[in-house]
């Protein structure tokens, strides 16, 4: 088997900087293990979830250079990946400083498609050049046999999806008796949280490695270094969790806050949000509101009390001012807290209308998003 590098970058959609610096060191860990060949999921460089942002005059040319500033940083282990152009996503050799095109395109899926794109990738018989096609696609005379066949899903994650995706890239691998490499971006993109684990099996169907979920990661795959085979996925509890964490961590630091600040009474979910956060930054200042308003029994506050003190939450009570000015009173709490939130510069969460991904039980199993967003600015309509 071809000593295979294969990276996953977090990318931000758009900011092209941090996206090349992200692709060149996952590159180079990839070299210094003595990789061959490169591989990096499609969209890598401009990031996935682009909306408006190619729209923009400057996207266009923004893209342009930056891929030819990246075959600058290639030497002379290739590096493939998939840019956008007007075709649909075409996959492009970097080495030696130059750009390749290559004429393999994954073309835009149709609404509702579900198939997952499946290429070969062939050396040429002086074993110079790699070329790439669709599996279903004969290679031409000079072109040695398939070395490896890749897979490009560009979902984000969901629940179920990994299980899914690694059944059908198995059963590929059986199939063909060929290494199956599947790549994955890592990370948020607005509110989207993309799952990473990209994964590579052996021909008879083992899992040689697998990329850490949802985070950035790199490997170099060869015959003699499985090491993971078998090793089951995180269970669906464990991957949600992880989900939410990094969603928020995502959010965070996006919004560039040092502190949060939550309701610790607003819901069911509200612990469950505050625990994870804690979990998220163990540097992140997280302030806890306990509300003192009617229907709330006491019991209750003081259970709330000692989970944040065991947490490691700061408390703050928010008691309402006597039908100051005839409002509800649980509306001058919420404009209370928020007002506490802007003196002190802290960024409020709320696990009810105040998230991407909804917190509330009723929700969790079918959490399809990663952003925390600001209380107050978004609401969600059922």
Known sequence: MLKTGFIQPETIPGHFPRNLRTIVELYRSCLDAGAELVLCPPLALSGVHTGELALRSGFRAQHRAALAYLAREIADVPLLLGAADAEGIRFHLLRNGLSFPRQAVIPPAPHGNERV?????????????FSIAPWEESPPPHVSSTCLLLRTPA?????GLLEQDEAEARRTARETGLPVL???????????????????????????????????DSAVISPGNSTETDSPL???????????????????????????????????????????????????????????????PEETREKVQAFAGAAGIGVRTVSSPNK??????SATAAWLMRQWAEEEGALPLSSLTGTDIMTAPRFLPAALAADFMPLGIYTRRN
Request: charged share 25%.
């Open 117 to 129: 794109p499946v290429f070969g990738i062939r050396r040429t018989e002086d074993e110079a050049v």
């Open 155 to 159: 979902h984000a994650w969901h629940e």
């Open 182 to 216: 599947t790549a994955r971006l890592a990370g948020g993109e607005g509110p989207f949280l993309l799952p990473g684990a990209s994964s590579v099996w052996s021909g008879n169907g083992h899992l040689l490695k697998r990329l850490r979920l949802f985070e950035r």
């Open 234 to 296: 995180p269970s669906p509890e464990k991957q949600l969790r992880h989900a939410l964490r990094k969603g928020m961590e995502d959010f965070i630091l996006k919004s560039g806050y040092g502190a949060v600040c939550l309701n610790l009474l607003e819901n069911s979910a509200s612990l469950l949000l505050a625990e994870l956060l804690k979990e998220t930054r163990l540097s992140l200042t997280v302030t806890g509101f306990i509300t003192s308003l009617p229907g709330i």
């Open 324 to 329: 100051a000015s005839g409002l509800d009173e």
